[in-house]
């Protein structure tokens, strides 16, 4: 399947008009036989992608102590100690604000609480509620894992669409990550990506291009 992939993803890169800016590159797989109804039948995973996502990755960090330090000396921009909690506890207006504009967050053990009372109810929502990690955590790790993830689930539909890469990624690095988004498929479904119906690359502001 990978040549017909690199075949779309060429197609959809050329069809595409020029913009001001790199666009993303998604793949949108509908699937088949697949009762959404059934608990058993819903996922949601995260997935490192082999070449990374192309565009950067904005990560909010929740912790105290030397794993806050350490997230500030790997570059993270949003650094949330137990007192900057409270105050979004109080302020929603500018939890819904962090929570919009950072696709992931990692949180100290056991700050876990404190996040769930007061960032809970705009993060879970989102599916954004963080990552869990012991104290002693290599911060530098845990960022540069989560600058080549992606979440994939089901849940109210039997599809999935995620990003793979940007359009100044070569055609072959795409298709590898799309290739490491269908083995999650692989894993949830029961007949794999056999139970594949129809699979769709586009590009951000592009027309969907048919895989297969």
């Not at 793949?27 to 997935?47: G, S, Y």
């Not at 929740?62 to 000396?73: F, H, M, P, R, T």
């Not at 100044?168 to 594949?196: C, F, H």
């Amino acid at each position: 399947m990978t040549q017909e992939i690199m075949e779309a993803v060429k197609k959809a890169k050329e069809e595409s008009k020029p913009r001001n800016f790199t666009q993303s590159i998604d793949v949108i797989v509908n699937i088949n036989d697949l009762d959404i109804k059934k608990p058993e039948n819903r996922f949601d995973e995260e997935v490192a992608l082999p070449n990374g996502r192309g565009k950067e990755v904005k990560i909010g960090f929740i912790a105290d102590g030397e794993l806050a330090v350490q997230a500030k000396n790997a570059g993270i921009d949003l650094v949330v100690t137990k007192e900057d909690l409270e105050e979004y506890g109080k302020n929603r207006k500018q939890a819904k604000k962090i929570a919009n504009s950072h696709d992931f967050f990692i949180a100290q053990v056991d700050m876990m609480p404190l996040v769930g009372r007061f960032l809970g109810p705009v993060l879970g929502p989102r599916k954004k509620m963080p990552k869990p990690v012991p104290a002693n955590a290599k911060a530098e790790l845990l960022i540069e894992r989560l600058k080549s993830t992606v979440k994939i689930g089901v849940k109210d539909q039997a599809s999935i669409q995620t990003l793979v890469g940007t359009q100044d990624m070569s055609d072959e690095q795409i298709a590898e990550n799309i290739e490491a988004v269908l083995t999650v498929l692989d894993r949830n479904l029961e007949k794999g990506r056999n139970q594949i119906k129809s699979m769709f690359v586009k590009t951000t502001m592009g027309s969907v291009v048919r895989v297969i």
